[in-house]
């Protein structure tokens, strides 16, 4: 065993190709590209669902959408079971001081993302219980909550849009541009890491600090975007109406230059998290993990922006992973990898047997591109609407569907409803030319055995709080 502390690093929404150290033409991530040079970088890295309710399971307790739980009466917004092994309680087990200092009104304490921590801080500071509020917290509440309604009721006109000559984008601007002078729906990187970085300062070593960035979930902050520089600035207002477009599901130039500054600003703070480890003598003895829960789509295909449910094209799974450990130089893998399987990974760079978790590799080594055979990646996606499965070896890959109790939103609608799609994904890597399903029975028959009824899908008793609600909504999110 080394007594290595672990940094693990989740960027919200970040996509594989938009990295610099993947191959991406613009400058993006200058400082990510550097610890690049000496960590193992997985070219075929994917998430276990499309959102981060379906993902961040995967992350934390190895675990998908099939063998899970659901908060709440929201079958779509996963939870981790109370009694689930985790990364944090694992590592604890061996000793390790386990922090989580992050943002996102998903990854809460009442959805019990927290077990295993010995410290557990998301900086919206919602979602820590479902107390009672007092009349006067319940009646702001239901300000808060008319608010919010009307909000969502603007961004379904913006929808039904097929132009954004319309008093919807007027009045959707103005909205986030009031914003801009109050509290924007996401807490900037710059906050997030300050926060980390205290944490992991106060920590015993050896530590496991984890921390998740929203920087690059929409609605992107056009701060975010000016400080950025490699794709050029972005005036305010431009970036307010590629925003509008984004909602209505209108094609906007500039939005890829958006999302690709505000990765550049998160890269640049990032450097924040070495310099403190350096500053106490921590780097030299410190693995680095950076990863994503899920992609983003930028209108890769059906007239879409953002990260919809049952969407298993590869813009939304495939994520980057790096993994930096001190004294390795480290390489490029190719085979693929389940970001379900990180627990093995960390107990690989730790030298730690392995713990007992659903998801596992079927490999003795991540670290290396072994020809063993290796179980097959899964991504899934359930709720009332039924449950998606993606299931790929090292060339093909299929995706699977089964019909739920409720009807699918018209608004996204794919082929894989009607009939299963396999892909050669390792040639066609957009996905574009769908081959017979019959060619690889043993992935539709893997898919067969994993599809679940939504109806038998575990419940963690809860309810959203009206603070949470409000922000899900801010985010896009259908409550």
């Known amino acids: 065993m080394t007594s290595f502390n672990i940094v693990l690093i989740t960027v919200d929404c970040l996509r594989y190709d938009r990295c610099g150290f993947n191959g991406h033409d613009t400058n993006t991530t200058p400082v990510l590209d550097s610890v690049a040079n000496e960590s193992y970088v997985f070219d075929n890295a994917y998430a276990t669902g499309p959102y981060t309710t379906e993902s961040v399971p995967g992350i934390i307790a190895g675990q998908h959408s099939h063998n899970g739980a659901h908060f709440g009466e929201h079958l779509g917004w996963k939870a981790i079971p109370t009694r689930s092994r985790t990364v944090a309680s694992y590592l604890s087990d061996h000793g390790y001081s386990t922090v989580a200092s992050l943002t996102n009104p998903h990854i809460t304490r009442d959805r019990n993302f927290h077990i295993g921590f010995d410290t ?31 909000r969502s009721r603007l961004r379904s006109r913006l929808r039904e849009q097929r132009t954004l000559i319309n008093p919807y984008t007027v009045a959707y601007a103005a909205y986030r541009y009031a914003q801009l002078r109050s509290e924007w729906p996401t807490i900037p990187a710059e906050r997030v890491i300050r926060e980390a970085v205290t944490a992991f300062d106060r920590a015993t070593e050896p530590f496991f600090v984890w921390t998740h960035l929203m920087d690059l979930h929409a609605p992107i902050r056009p701060r975010a975007v000016e400080e950025g520089e490699p794709a050029g600035g972005s005036l305010t207002a431009t970036h307010l109406l590629s925003d509008a477009a984004r909602v209505s ?15 550049h600003y998160v890269d640049s703070c990032l450097q924040e998290i070495i310099t403190a480890l350096r500053r106490h003598g921590q780097w030299d003895n410190t693995v680095l993990i950076l990863s994503s829960d899920h992609g983003e789509v930028l209108y890769d295909r059906n007239e879409t922006y953002g990260h919809p449910r049952h969407y298993l094209y590869d813009e939304l799974l495939h994520v980057p992973l790096l993994v930096r450990v001190p004294g390795l130089r480290g390489e490029r893998i190719r085979q693929p990898v389940s ?53 790929r070896d090292d060339r093909h890959k299929l995706i699977s569907h089964r019909g739920g109790y409720e009807p699918h939103d018209e608004e996204y609608e794919y082929d894989y409803f009607e009939q299963d799609l396999l892909f050669q994904y390792s040639t066609d890597v957009g996905e574009r030319s769908p ?5 690889r029975p043993d992935l539709t028959d893997a ?18 709080e009206p603070e949470v609600e409000e922000r899900l909504r801010d985010l896009g999110y259908r409550v």
């Open 435 to 439: 081959l017979s399903g019959s060619d």
């Open 120 to 150: 557990f801080r998301n900086i919206d500071n919602i979602g820590g219980g479902a107390g009672e509020a007092d009349s006067d917290n319940q009646e702001s509440g239901r300000g808060r909550s008319t608010m919010s309604v009307l």
């Open 339 to 391: 970001l379900a399987w990180m627990h093995e990974l960390i107990a690989e760079v730790l030298e730690l047997p392995r713990g007992e978790f659903d998801a596992r590799s079927g490999v003795e080594t991540l670290l290396s591109d072994s020809d063993d055979d290796r179980n097959h990646v899964v991504s899934d996606t359930l709720d009332g609407g039924g449950h998606s499965v993606s299931v």
């Open 447 to 464: 898919a067969n055995e994993l599809h679940s009824d939504p109806e038998s899908h575990p419940e963690i008793a809860g309810r959203f």
């Open 249 to 263: 599901q209108i094609h906007a130039p500039t939005y890829k230059s958006m999302y690709d500054n505000a990765l």
